[in-house]
C-alpha cells in the first residue's frame, strides 16, 4: 500500500444518509467506472468477499451491489440513492447506530485487529495511533481522521 492520496474518494467517517461508509463505496463505483480506482481497492469490490465492507454495506442494506452500482452509473445523487436504500432496506435509527458503531471500530480488538496492525506496517504508519480500519483508511489516503 503506502501513503497515498485518492482524488475522489472520500473517508468512511462520512455518512451519506444515516450511514457510515455507504458514500465510499458509491466514490468506489465510480473511480472503478473511470478506471481510475487502485487494483488493490478492486479486489474488495462488490459483493464477493463477504467480510469486506461492500459486502457487509450491502446485505445491511438488504439490496444489491449491482443495483447499488447501476444507479451510481446513471448518475443518481448519493443522497437519492442512500434515501433508496435505506427505504427499501427497512433498517431503523437504531439498527443504523449499531451499523455505524460496529464500521467505525472495526479493527479495534476484534478479528480483524492483527490484520490492520499488518496494513498499518506494511504502509510505513506505526506509531501513528491508528486503531481501526476508517483510521487506517484515513491515513493511507492522506487524511487525518475526525479526532486525530
Known amino acids: 500500500m503506502g501513503h497515498r ?14 450511514l457510515f461508509y ?27 468477499r463477504p467480510s469486506m465492507f461492500d459486502a ?21 445523487k448519493d443522497e437519492a440513492i442512500a434515501a433508496w436504500a435505506e427505504q427499501q432496506s427497512g433498517r431503523t435509527d437504531e439498527e443504523c447506530d449499531v451499523w455505524n458503531t460496529f464500521m467505525r471500530k472495526r479493527g479495534w480488538r476484534d ?10 506496517a506494511a504502509a510505513g504508519l506505526t506509531g501513528r495511533g491508528i486503531e481501526t480500519s476508517f483510521d487506517f483508511f484515513d491515513h493511507d489516503e492522506g487524511r487525518e481522521p475526525p479526532g486525530a
Request: hydrophobic residues 35%.
Open 5 to 18: 492520496a485518492h482524488g475522489g474518494l472520500r473517508s468512511p467517517y462520512a455518512k451519506v444518509g444515516r
Open 22 to 48: 455507504f458514500g465510499r463505496m458509491l466514490d468506489k463505483i465510480r473511480l472503478n467506472a473511470a478506471g481510475k480506482l487502485p487494483a488493490d481497492y478492486q479486489v474488495n469490490l462488490g459483493e464477493s
Open 56 to 76: 457487509r454495506c450491502c446485505r445491511f442494506l438488504r439490496t444489491s451491489y449491482d443495483e447499488i452500482a447501476r444507479r451510481v452509473l446513471a448518475g443518481e
Open 111 to 120: 478479528e480483524r485487529s492483527e490484520w490492520l496492525r499488518e496494513q498499518v
